[in-house]
């Protein structure tokens, strides 16, 4: 009975791994058009498992200060002692007085005293606005409708006439011909 028993689940695992085989074959059958695609680097498994593992981390380059002493209470420095309340009310009318001129239109405002004024030593002089646009004389204006230019003295010809054809010693030599026209 018990060899029965065994000649049973070897037939069933035999069935089974034929399925399995069989369903592993048709995957990579369906996968095998897509081997030639394009993987994103996200989907890499090599890239995936040094990801995972923390190995990237490892490659890279460290952050700058890593070999420094790591901060503590003991650096902080003492607090500064509170000036002397002359020093502090100075401060106060000074800040004050900046508030004020800065609420001052700009164009109100002084320049400062006259050494200031121009250039710096050395420096050459810069103009204070860009230079006029240059003068351009005028053209004579081109009529838009009239009957058109002739030179003077010449006559308009007459409409339908023909001009007269050009004298033979405009025509080149004698005996020759225009060249072939090209054939299509």
């Excluded at 034929?18 to 369906?30: H, N």
């Excluded at 003991?74 to 309340?85: I, T």
């Excluded at 250039?119 to 409708?145: D, E, H, K, Q, V």
Aim: net charge positive.
């Amino acid at each position: 009975m018990a060899r029965r028993m065994a000649v049973m689940l070897l037939q069933g695992r035999k069935h089974t791994w034929a399925a399995q085989a069989r369903g592993i074959l048709l995957l990579l059958a369906a996968a095998w058009p897509l081997a030639g695609c394009a993987v994103p680097a996200q989907l890499n498994p090599g890239t995936l498992w040094r990801e995972i593992s923390g190995a990237n981390f490892e490659s890279r380059i460290a952050p700058p200060g890593l070999d420094l002493p790591s901060g503590n209470l003991a650096m902080v420095p003492a607090r500064p002692d509170r000036p002397d309340p002359a020093t502090r009310m100075s401060l106060d009318n000074a800040l004050a007085a900046d508030r004020a001129q800065s609420r001052e239109p700009l164009a109100l405002r002084t320049m400062g005293p006259a050494r200031f004024i121009g250039p710096a030593p050395g420096m050459p002089n810069l103009p204070a606005a860009p230079p006029p646009p240059p003068n351009l004389s005028r053209a004579a204006p081109i009529p838009w409708t009239g009957p058109p230019a002739i030179a003077p003295g010449a006559v308009a010809p007459e409409p339908g006439q023909v001009p007269a054809l050009p004298t033979p010693d405009l025509l080149g030599p004698p005996g020759t011909s225009p060249p072939p026209a090209p054939s299509l």
